[in-house]
C-alpha cells in the first residue's frame, strides 16, 4: 500500500493571457503590486494528495491519503472512493473549509499560487497508522510543515521507505527537518528551481545521493534527471498532444514514478512512467480529469520511448 500524505484542497484556476514577467519593473520589485485580468476562472478538486493518489489509481496501484479536509469536502470524498482510493485516514474537520489553492496561470505556463489552509492546519495532529517497511510506501507531499516533520520522523523511527518532495512548502519548513527528509528519504523529488532552493537553505553546493537513494530533478519540457550513487540517467518528457494546464503535473509525474518504483521497474522506465503520467495532467484542465487504461498507458509509452512498458 502507498500512503499518501500531502494536503487536500480546492483549486481555482485561471488563466492570464498575457505574460506574469511582463507586469514586473525589475527596480520596483521591493514595493510591488501585481493585479491580473483573468480569461476564466474554474473550481477543480486538487491538493498535493489528491492528485498523486488519483493518478496512482489510474495506475492500478493502491494507495491510501492520511489529511485532513473540510466540512465541504462530501463530494471530493466519494470521488476519491469511486476510483478505489482508501479514505478511512483522512479527517474532516466540521469547523473549517477544506484548503483553497489560488491560482494564475500565464501564456507562458508560469504561474503564482495564493493557498489557504484552512482544514489542513489540522495535519500535525494526524499519525501514520501501523506501516510493514517490506511491504508498504509513503510519500511525504507538501502540507503543513509541522505534519511533514511528524511523518519523517514516523518513517525513520520505523524504517519505512518514504519519497520526500518538500516543494511549496521549503521557505517554511525547518532546517533540521529539511536535513533529515533529505538524508533519510529513498526518494528526494523537487523541480530544478526546488532542488536549487534546497542547496541554498542548507548552504551547501551540491546535492549528492547516499546508500540506495535517489535523486530525481524534474526539467519540466525537457524530461527529468535521476542520479543515484552509481548512475545517472537523463529522461526525455513525452510528447504532448495539446498544453491546456500544467496544474499538477508535478504531482502527476510522481505518482507515476513511485507506481513503477514500487513494482521494482528499472529507475529509467519509472522516469518515463513519470513523465507520460504528468502529460495526460497537461492536456486536461485541472488536476483530478485526466483518464486513461493501463493499454492505451502502454501503447503511448512504447510510442514515446520506443520500449515495452512490462508494468
Partial sequence: M?????????DYIMDFPGKISDQIV????????????????????????????????????KSSILACAGRDFALYKKFLSKNGIETKYIKIIKNDYSARAYITT??????????????????????????DKNTDFVIIAPTDPTAMGNYINFCTKFNIPFMFDPGMQLPRISIDDLRKGMRMSRILVGNDYEMALIKKKLNINNLQPHGSQILITTLGKEGCEIITIKQKYRVPAAKLDKVLDPTGAGDAFRAGFVAGYIRSLPLESCGRMGCLVAVYAIEKYGTTNHKFNLNEFKKRYKENYNDTLRY
Wanted: charged share 15%.
Fill in 2 to 10: 502507498i500512503f499518501v500524505t500531502g494536503s487536500l484542497a480546492f
Fill in 26 to 61: 525589475p527596480d520596483k520589485i521591493h514595493n510591488i503590486s501585481l493585479s491580473f485580468l483573468v480569461d476564466k476562472l474554474q473550481e477543480e478538486r486538487g491538493g498535493t494528495a489528491g492528485n498523486i493518489a488519483y493518478s496512482l489509481s489510474l495506475l492500478k496501484a
Fill in 106 to 131: 500565464d501564456v507562458n505556463h508560469n504561474q503564482i499560487t495564493g493557498f489557504y489552509p484552512g482544514a489542513l492546519r489540522n495535519d500535525s495532529n494526524l499519525t501514520l497508522p501501523k506501516l
